[in-house]
């Protein structure tokens, strides 16, 4: 995925150095680190999980084996605005994945991924407790429910301007 280059600044080097130092040598420690470091970055790409397997002295495959068994931590950049469509059972059975499809289509990504300008990013979500207005499209934290494929250009075209 070439549209993910990693874009770190010195400012979050120095940020993640801060954050390892203040807890290495504790039980535990990986993560809250990985906590501070997806806060830090947005997402925990390839060179920040090597960055603290080489400053903890640890196996680079246990700071991605962490990263990418609990599922708050992300290795992928998440876009200003974050898309979340719903494929719960009852948004599926009322044809949430043509929702899904209409919104990857419009932005030419997949789900799971953010666009190369880092405007949106795409991801599915199991249920958001909306069943009564399904399908169910979250942008940001706006909810847009019993949506058809037709409406999601519309709905995004309001977000490319900001």
């Known amino acids: 995925m070439s549209q993910n280059l990693f874009e770190g600044t010195a400012e979050q080097a120095q940020k993640l150095t801060d954050c390892i130092n203040a807890h290495r040598g504790e ?68 044809g949430s994945d043509k929702i899904l499809e209409a919104v990857e289509k419009e932005l030419r990504i997949g789900c799971g991924e953010c666009t190369p300008d880092r405007k949106f990013s795409i991801d599915s979500c199991r249920c958001v407790g909306a069943c009564g207005l399904a399908p169910v499209m979250i942008v940001d934290d706006e909810v847009y429910g019993k949506l058809t494929p037709a409406e999601v250009t519309e709905i995004l075209n309001g977000y490319i301007s900001d």
């Open 27 to 94: 039980a535990g420690a990986l993560m809250p680190i990985l906590h501070e470091a997806q806060s830090i970055y947005g997402y925990l790409p390839a060179e920040v999980q090597t960055v603290i397997a080489e400053e903890l002295n640890i196996p680079l495959a246990e700071v991605y084996g962490v990263a990418t068994f609990y599922s708050q931590f992300t290795l992928n950049p998440k876009g200003k605005h974050k898309i979340s469509v719903c494929l719960g059972t009852a948004c599926y059975v009322k």
